[in-house]
């Protein structure tokens, strides 16, 4: 369509429809086609890790296992060099910057960019999220879809807020959680309007990822905690408190380091290499990891061993806790090295990392002490607790992890651990800050 006929188009519009009921309208197209975006994206991971690792066996370890993360990470920056000519590695920052300077004019080509450029970075074993990069697609979409009907810089703002908002409710299949994305992270003034606007492009673009899944929550779970055993819930908040820092902490000196690497292809290499190095030892750092995540919360924390040089251990509940506790101290690198190294996000190696650290406490609790905690209630809890450290957005963490597990019985405890991780992470800054 030209520019006359839009215009057209719009004119009519804004003449037949009541301003309320068309600003809605856009809302809920935005909505649904992140919704869209977001099952692609995931079926597009999901589709180039089966091919590039149908091969490989549980029993053996795989040493092309090495080289496919630099092949995908070389892929992506000759993506975004050669056809899009622009860096999008760090698509949220640049979301953030140009709602800060009051930029709001998003290239159509950042509607499809981001999930070609991490769809290859995560399907060739980059060890983060899609979060990040559907967050762009989504402001991408709110961007060019306010532009093209015509509506004022405010509301422009504000949907696309809502359009990054609706890329992570769609990929964590949580509403709530996208809202409070928007409002904790992106920091969108909480008025009755933005909120009616929030609630609108979420649930839509939550709901349509969900119903193109077949209705499934990506991490279901039916256990519980008892009231009884909250006060290990408070140690495990805790525990991830202290495990957020020292991640964050990783994470923060690596992302300086990558960034004084001036040559794009050698810092592709560099990372590509060591997540190929980590992924070796460690092959349950292939990918998001939400395979493994799901079998450690259903009870079959083994899946850990899988392709590694420890397969043959499995029998020796000692090795899987001190495998699973290796993995929990380097996640934040490989986070790191695909970060900034291709084209991913940071949310759900958080809870990845949770997951890992929660079993470590849990596990190591009922084996040293002969206890029957209850393993899977508690790794979720330790999903909430270090997401919500690592990210700094505690209501976020509170109800993605919630959403994702379809599990409200689990609201109270990821509630205590939520908090006690983000108050802890809160008062290391501070210590630190006054040492200063």
Known sequence: MDNSAQNQVVTWARNHIPERVYVIAVLIAVGLVTGVGAFVLKWLVRTINHLLTRHLLPAL????????????????VAFMRYVIHQNISHGSDLVKRRLIEGRFDLRPSMIISPIIASSITLGFGGSAGAEGPIATTGAAIGSNFARWAGLSPQQLRVIICCGAGA?????????????????????????????VALAITCITSGLTAYALSGYTPDLSFAGAIEPSQYGYV??????????????????????????????????????????????????????????????????HPDSVLNGSLMFSMTSAPVILLLVTAGVMMVKAVGTASATNGGVAGDFSP??????????????????????????GAFVITGMAASMSGIIKAPLMAIFITTEMTGNFSMFLPIVIASAISYAVVAAIAALRKASH
């Open 61 to 76: 370890p795989d040493y092309s296992l090495i080289l496919i993360p630099v092949a995908g990470l070389l892929i992506t």
């Open 167 to 195: 890329g992570i409710a769609a990929i964590f299949k949580a509403p709530v959680g996208g809202m409070f994305y928007t409002i904790e992270v992106l920091a969108l003034p909480l008025t009755t309007a933005n909120f």
């Open 234 to 299: 408070v140690l495990v908040g805790l525990f991830c408190g202290l495990y957020s820092a020292y991640y964050s902490s990783i994470v923060s000196v690596l992302g300086r380091w990558y960034t004084s690497i001036k040559s794009r292809w050698s810092r592709a290499v560099i990372a590509g290499l060591i997540t190929g190095g980590l992924i070796l030892i460690f092959p349950a750092m292939y990918g998001e990891g939400y395979e493994v995540m799901r079998a450690i919360i259903n009870g």
């Open 350 to 375: 958080a809870l990845f990392a949770g997951c890992m650290a929660g079993y470590v406490f849990i596990a190591g609790l009922n084996l040293i002490f002969g206890m029957t905690l209850p393993v």
